[in-house]
């Protein structure tokens, strides 16, 4: 599976942005995570959902600002992000792994896309 994530952007503090992760190939029990990394910065978790879309599991930073939903005929899972904040200002990607999604390190993951810039500016 590869994966390609899109929709990053400048945006001012307080807007939204909409990130697309794309899949190519099977996607069956697959678990899709979304991480980010600032500069300088460890790249930690954001979200993560079953590409079903039965369970989804957000970062505590990202709760009640953010949505996880798919469109299984494009295969893709998007990252709804609200609110946002300078301190959301990173590069983001998207990885998947087999099993749950309630799993928030990085080593867990794989086939990490080539990630997406959201620059929040204050």
């Known amino acids: 599976v590869q994966l390609q994530a899109s929709g990053g952007g400048l945006v001012q503090a307080g807007g939204s942005l909409r990130l697309s992760c794309v899949a190519s190939?099977?996607?069956?029990?697959?678990?899709i995570g979304w991480f980010r990394q600032a500069p300088g910065g460890q790249r930690e978790f954001v979200a993560a959902t079953t590409w079903s879309g039965s369970t989804s599991y957000y970062a505590e930073f990202m709760k009640g600002r953010s949505t996880l939903a798919r469109d299984i005929a494009k295969n893709a899972v998007y990252l709804q992000m609200n609110n946002l904040k300078p301190e959301d200002t990173a590069l983001y990607y998207c990885a998947r792994r087999t099993g749950s999604p309630r799993v928030t390190h990085r080593a867990d993951y794989g086939s990490w896309g080539q990630g997406t810039l959201v620059t929040v500016s204050s």
């Open positions: 190939g099977r996607t069956y029990s697959t678990a």
